[in-house]
């Protein structure tokens, strides 16, 4: 699959860290030129050892309609097509159901819903007219979560929000082909991942008190993986740059489950 986006323009949400900077440095690999969104100040990309493998950093709020019209004008008058949108950007809140407030579940729903929502309505223009000049169209990968597939305690508004991803992605690709867009839409379910996002999840589960530590935490998680570890973010890219290519082109409205084995028990 070497250079097999040769050619294409794709933008990354959640673009920083973590899987999100493994999906730029895999989609780049295979010929891309990618532009990576978030919400940190809009930079170079740099070159040399370090430097962020995207081509361009943009500054993006998800939930923010104004700077999506930015990013698209951008994207419009420098490169005059957009073939792929991955929808990486995302939060967790860790809580119980009785703690949370009204204003973090939004919070989730905001990043994780309305952020995809506004992402592909944004980018629509873009892709209706990049999909004819693509053998497989173009391509939308939305990231959702083993959280969408099957619940998870602590995580009531993850699991809501990442769930109505995974719906999302299939209604969208079922409406896309009734109007004929040559654009394809899939979903990624990742399960445990190597990032500081999980660590985090660890620490929380040990503040709650549902776990001695976040080592004990890890532990657990690693168990409950049928691989007995958790999946390294290169893992999760691969997965994506696959969904980005004409390889998968008979893949639409589809679930990608990356997770090590978590929901084959």
């Known amino acids: 699959m070497a250079r097999s986006l040769e050619g294409t323009v794709a933008l990354v949400t959640g673009a920083g860290r973590g899987i999100g900077r493994a999906i730029c440095a895999a989609l780049a690999e295979a010929g891309a030129t990618v532009l990576g969104a978030d919400r940190g100040l809009s930079s170079d990309a740099g070159s040399g050892p370090g430097a962020h493998p995207a081509a361009e950093r943009l500054r993006l709020d998800v939930t923010c309609p104004e700077d999506w019209d930015r990013v698209m004008a951008h994207i419009s008058g420098r490169y005059g097509r957009l073939d792929i949108l991955v929808n990486n950007a995302g939060v967790d809140i860790v809580e119980t159901f009785e703690a949370m407030t009204l204003e973090s579940w939004r919070q989730c729903q905001a990043v994780n819903v309305d952020g ?4 592909i309505r944004k980018a629509l223009p873009l892709l209706r007219e990049s999909g004819p000049r693509r053998p497989g169209g ?11 597939l099957v619940g998870a305690e602590f995580h009531a508004a993850y699991c809501a929000s990442k769930g109505a991803v995974r719906m999302l992605t299939k209604a969208l690709a079922l409406e896309f082909s009734a109007l004929g867009y040559r654009i394809r839409v899939n979903s990624v379910h990742p399960g445990g991942v ?5 660590q985090t999840i660890f620490e929380r589960f040990a503040e ?5 530590s976040a080592e004990q935490a890890r532990a657990l998680s690693v168990r409950a993986h049928a691989l007995g570890r958790l999946s390294e973010p290169e893992e999760i890219a691969a997965g ?9 082109s008979a ?11 978590y929901t084959a028990r």
């Open 208 to 212: 709650l008190g549902v776990v001695e």
């Open 194 to 198: 190597n990032t500081s996002m999980v």
């Open 116 to 119: 995809v929502f506004l992402g």
């Open 240 to 248: 994506v740059r696959f969904l980005a290519s004409d390889e998968a």
């Open 251 to 261: 893949m639409h409205g589809a679930e990608l489950v990356l997770d090590g084995g």
């Open 138 to 148: 173009a391509s939308i990968i939305n990231m959702s979560s083993i959280a969408g």
